[in-house]
């Protein structure tokens, strides 16, 4: 499966922003799909992720309550809705899958990453 992330920008606290992962290649509905971000001089992180049905989610704990990660299946699309962002969020996300055969787990190892989008978060 081939990923693509897009929805990124400038977006003041406060604000909201939606970004989209958007699949090709493979049916989405085979796989579990998380976001990560990756800040400016700091390791890349775990944001949130969603099984295959969309019915279980995991969330980071610094995102929590601020964000909600979805999905359309229809249109091979995850999305990752970011309410009340801080400019710590500001960073590159990425999305990336695996297949549902592997279980849903929070510490979920993806194996196919799709390039990122830049969210910068305005004080």
């Known amino acids: 499966v081939q990923l693509q992330a897009s929805g990124g920008g400038l977006v003041q606290a406060g604000g909201s922003l939606r970004l989209s992962c958007t699949a090709s290649g493979r049916t989405f509905d085979s796989y579990s799909t998380g976001w990560f971000r990756q800040a400016p001089g700091k390791e890349r992180e775990f944001v949130a992720s969603?099984?295959?049905?969309?019915?279980?989610?995991f969330y980071a704990d610094t995102v929590k309550g601020r964000f909600t990660i979805s999905r359309d299946n229809a249109k091979n699309t995850v999305y990752l809705q970011m309410n009340s962002p801080k400019p710590e969020d500001t960073a590159v996300y990425s999305c990336?899958?695996?297949?549902?055969?592997?279980?849903?787990?929070?510490?979920?190892?993806?194996?196919?990453w799709g390039h990122g989008t830049l969210v910068t978060v305005s004080s």
């Open positions: 990336a899958s695996r297949l549902a055969s592997a279980g849903f787990s929070y510490g979920l190892k993806y194996t196919a």
């Open positions: 969603i099984n295959w049905s969309g019915r279980n989610t």
